[in-house]
DNA sequence: TCCTAGTTTATAATTATTCTAAAGTAAATA
DNA sequence: TATTTACTTTAGAATAATTATAAACTAGGA
């Protein structure tokens, strides 16, 4: 993903580009793998990466920014810190408790061949498989 | 659930029945349904169902204690609570994000047809199948 | 260039949870 | 039963993640 295709995105969500949101844009989404990672890690990952300084809001607003216009998903991981998701796709995910790590598993690695309907009134939305992993 | 049923779940699990732990128990155990909740709800259902008062402390020591002895299973959800589960038998959840209620799914109600295989070295320890709903 | 709404920032506030250490209690021991 | 001991409860302090505040800054339009 290019520079340009990284201010079209920002623009098209309504975000202006600013020199924090590209910075932060070229890290999360100009790679070959997507990745999961929680506000501290990629404050970490920031300071390292970039000579940059950011302020811990920021990444706590630009990443809230960007979840909400759809460029990263959340992920239900047990523990206090919340995990992001650079795949916006729908897909599954090993956890390995032991490193607190996120496998990504692609959506049609797993077949669901029977499931309940939704309650009374509700539809359902999606469907995520968490498989726990062990030694 | 009887009283002696109480003390016993309490004893076999190395834990002293206190006053504290065995009206916590009580309330937890002896009913028909099992049921979710985080450690806020249950604070707040224990001051309206019993005359006792409890520590705030008393009551994550307490729901701790239940789920290292087994007796309870944590739960991920989105947000920033932690909940908690008194059906301890492998099952699933739909997930109500408009009421932030966890409705059980019997495991036998899902039928997983094709699964990846863990990766190098790990083993698969469950799987938990989360359905989220939407109106 | 000037203006303005949107953004960043340092810092304070909030929320959920864990820690601390003193006081209380269950139950083993004498 | 009285004494002892380890375990438990408790109020309050501490911590950790996140969100709120409000002043300074900046992108982009007029
Ligand atoms: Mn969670
Ligand atoms: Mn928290
Ligand atoms: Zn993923
Ligand atoms: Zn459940």
Redesign the interface.
């Known amino acids: 993903m290019k520079k340009i295709d990284i201010f079209k995105k920002l623009r098209s969500s309504g975000l202006r580009p600013t020199k924090q949101r590209v910075e932060i844009a070229k890290f999360l989404f100009e790679r070959d793998k997507t990745f999961h990672f929680t506000v501290e890690s990629l404050n970490k990952l920031l300071e390292k990466k970039t000579t940059f300084k950011f302020a811990l809001a920021t990444i706590y607003n630009t990443v809230h920014a960007f979840k909400n216009a759809g460029h990263l998903n959340?992920v239900?991981?047990?523990g206090?810190k919340t995990y992001f998701d650079t795949n916006i796709i729908n897909h599954h995910h090993?956890y390995?408790?032991e490193t607190s790590e996120l496998?990504d598993?692609d959506a049609k690695?797993?077949?669901?061949?029977?499931?309940?309907k939704?309650?009374n009134?509700?539809?359902?939305?999606?469907?995520?498989?968490?498989?726990?992993?062990?030694?």
């Open positions: 959340e239900d991981v047990r206090k090993f390995d408790n496998i598993i690695e797993i077949v669901i061949q029977k499931i309940p939704a309650p009134g509700k539809k359902i939305k999606n469907v995520e498989v968490f498989i726990n992993l062990k030694n």
